[in-house]
């Protein structure tokens, strides 16, 4: 069974980077099948893709965070990661890592059908 | 971007009873070269991530219970819980996967009236 769990710090000063890590068990991170993404979900609010990776290093990342973002693969740990700069306090927010199922044949992503628990960031002043 | 616009944002249902919870998007997420549309239903309940309930706007993720049934295609959409169940307690979303960026509906909270 594909387990997915977020790391990282709980609390980032304003101005500053965010980084988070998502280590994926149960199954390989270079699976030809599978791109790696991360949500979030500001307290109270709807969900918010943030972007995607492919293992062979593909991003795709929502323009409205696409200038702060990047993100990565380690296939030697089985992880990627998140990176976020210039904070602020509206990126307050739990960030999941999920999984989307990609279609080789079609060159397709569908939906996300595995999610990590969440963490918690908060941004403080 | 595509819009995913539910209704309503929240309700409240008698145990037993029926709820149903519609999601509409601002172009259509049908595929036409394969008919399906790319629209998935997530049930959140508080402190647990989302769980997926259906793909291709109708097709069931294995364990859902049968009461739970998905429908629409093109821009109209609908999740049905046909009797609610306490455990059904919950925030339900739409979220359409035919476009970057992939967008979710602002949810809607199904309580017991």
């Known amino acids: 069974q594909l387990q997915l769990q977020e790391s990282g710090p709980g609390l980032v000063k304003s101005s500053e980077t965010l980084s988070l890590t998502c280590t994926v068990s149960?199954?390989?991170?270079?699976?030809?099948?599978?791109?790696w993404g991360w949500v979030r979900q500001a307290p109270g609010k709807g969900l918010e893709w943030i972007g995607d990776?492919?293992?062979?290093?593909?991003?795709y990342y929502n323009p409205s965070v696409k200038s702060r973002v990047s993100s990565s693969v380690d296939t030697s740990n089985n992880q990627f990661s998140l990176s976020l700069t210039s904070v602020t306090a509206a990126d307050t927010a739990v960030y999941y890592c999920?999984?989307?199922?990609?279609?080789?044949?079609?060159?397709?992503?569908?939906?996300?059908?595995?999610w990590g628990q969440g963490t918690l960031v908060a941004v403080s002043s | 971007d595509i819009v995913m616009t539910q209704s309503p944002d929240s309700l409240a249902v008698s145990l037993g009873e029926r709820a149903t919870i519609n999601c509409k998007s601002s172009?259509?997420?049908?595929?036409?070269?394969?008919?399906?549309?790319?629209l998935a239903w997530y049930q959140q309940k508080p402190g647990q991530p989302p769980k997926l309930l259906f793909y291709?706007?109708?097709s069931r993720e294995s364990g859902v219970p049968d009461r739970f049934s998905g429908s629409g295609s093109g821009t109209d959409f609908t999740l049905t819980i046909s009797s609610l169940q306490a455990g059904d307690v919950a925030v339900y979303y739409c979220?359409?996967?035919?476009?970057?960026?992939?967008?979710f509906g602002q949810g809607t909270k199904v309580e017991i009236k």
């Open positions: 149960g199954g390989s991170i270079s699976n030809d099948n599978s791109y």
């Open positions: 172009q259509s997420v049908l595929y036409s070269p394969n008919s399906k549309n790319y």
């Open positions: 291709w706007s109708s």
């Open positions: 979220h359409q996967y035919y476009s970057r960026p992939w967008t």
């Open positions: 990776i492919y293992w062979r290093g593909h991003t």
């Open positions: 999920a999984r989307r199922y990609y279609d080789t044949l079609t060159g397709q992503t569908h939906y996300f059908d595995h």
